[in-house]
């Protein structure tokens, strides 16, 4: 069973760091496209970074320069170091793999598995 489990969240204040993690089990993502994506309270889930196979990162423009994705193979886990966080970062935020050949990894629809989420939040 295909399991994503994400830890790491918390409250912190504007300029602060947080490291997010997301355990992979049932699955070897080495082979997966994964990607960070976050809600919200009243907005639309979006997509925050992804990193292929072969390690290339990309970001979300509000995130770049803040932001590093990274993975750790042998533990079969995906990281979202976040520094110099602001109060607009505040979101739950989910990790999510697929194995599709997809067109684009920024899109909700391009990913097969899910985490439940991890709460981050930023205050002024």
């Known amino acids: 069973q295909v399991q994503l489990v994400e830890s790491g969240g918390g409250s912190v204040q504007a300029g602060g760091s947080l490291r997010l993690a997301c355990a992979a089990s049932g699955y070897t993502h080495s082979n997966y496209i994964m990607g960070w994506f976050r809600q919200a309270p009243g907005k639309q889930r979006e997509w925050v970074s992804s990193?292929?196979?072969?390690?290339?990162?990309t970001y979300a423009d509000s995130v770049k320069g803040r932001f590093t994705i990274s993975k750790d193979n042998a533990k079969n886990t995906l990281y979202l170091q976040m520094n110099s966080l602001k109060p607009e970062d505040t979101a739950m935020y989910y990790c999510?793999?697929?194995?599709?050949?997809?067109?684009?990894?920024?899109?909700?629809?391009?990913?097969?598995?899910w985490g439940q989420g991890t709460q981050v939040t930023v205050s002024s």
């Open positions: 990193i292929n196979p072969g390690g290339t990162t």
């Open positions: 999510a793999g697929t194995n599709w050949v997809v067109t684009s990894a920024r899109a909700e629809n391009a990913y097969k598995y």
